[in-house]
């Protein structure tokens, strides 16, 4: 049975601090992996990693995967409030084209 | 550009009516997605369709739930007879083909709860 687990389940951290969620995924024919942002209403994509090692940017968020170890991981840098959500990790494979399977989220609080 | 549009926002029923909701896609998108999300199993895939055609419907809980999608910029997702375990936020979403079949735009759900 395909697994997407995703580690802390909860964290509160301090403005300015550094915070790195983890994803791991146990899937038969592994295609991408996909982070997304959920505030108080819907998801909102973040990142896509289909290959090893090669970083993905956006501003103080960033993400890598890791093919070899089945993982990926998203950090934020600077944290501020606005950062607080929850946040979702997601894995498509090549035997269901479109289907993406969520892991169960990490509650990130950021606090002043 | 708009996004994603689903309609009622929030819906309260009684158990046993019929729940209709709907999602109108991004236009141009090709991928229409249902999911459901509550806090005991998280967000999950219902069904998808592909250019108005349902490709995988393996996560339809069972015969209650209906989805259709009459045209490009038209789906609805039924439940009939309602019972209080479907409530939950249901999310509708789209993408377009490749090369970004990935990236689904969510749209803002619409919160069922059935008393």
């Known amino acids: 049975e395909d697994k997407v687990v995703q580690s802390p389940l909860s964290l509160v951290v301090h403005e300015g601090d550094t915070v790195t969620l983890n994803c791991s995924y146990e899937v038969t024919n592994f295609r991408s992996l996909l982070w997304y942002k959920q505030e108080k209403k819907a998801p909102t994509f973040l990142f896509m990693l289909?290959?090893?090692?090669i970083e993905k940017k956006s501003g103080r968020l960033s993400s890598i995967l890791d093919k070899k170890e089945l993982f990926s991981i998203l950090n934020i840098t600077a944290t501020q409030t606005g950062d607080s959500a929850v946040y979702l990790c997601a894995v498509m494979t090549t035997d269901s084209w479109g289907r993406l399977q969520f892991g169960a989220g990490t509650q990130v609080v950021v606090t002043p | 550009d708009a996004g994603v549009i689903q309609s009622p926002r929030h819906e309260v029923t009684e158990m046993g009516q019929e729940v209709t909701l709907r999602c109108k896609p991004i236009?141009?998108?090709?991928?229409l997605f249902w999911y459901r999300q509550t806090m005991m199993r998280g967000l999950e895939l219902l069904i998808y369709?592909?250019?108005?055609?349902?490709?995988?419907d393996s996560g339809m809980p069972e015969d209650r739930f209906s989805a259709k999608m009459p045209n490009a910029s038209f789906s609805t997702l039924k439940i009939q007879p309602s019972e209080p375990r479907d409530s939950a936020v249901y999310f509708c979403?789209?993408?377009?083909?490749?090369?970004?079949?990935?990236?689904?735009?969510f749209g803002p759900g619409t919160r069922l709860t059935v008393l």
């Open positions: 289909t290959s090893s090692g």
């Open positions: 979403a789209s993408s377009s083909d490749l090369p970004r079949i990935n990236e689904q735009f």
């Open positions: 236009s141009g998108h090709d991928y």
């Open positions: 369709f592909n250019n108005n055609v349902p490709i995988d």
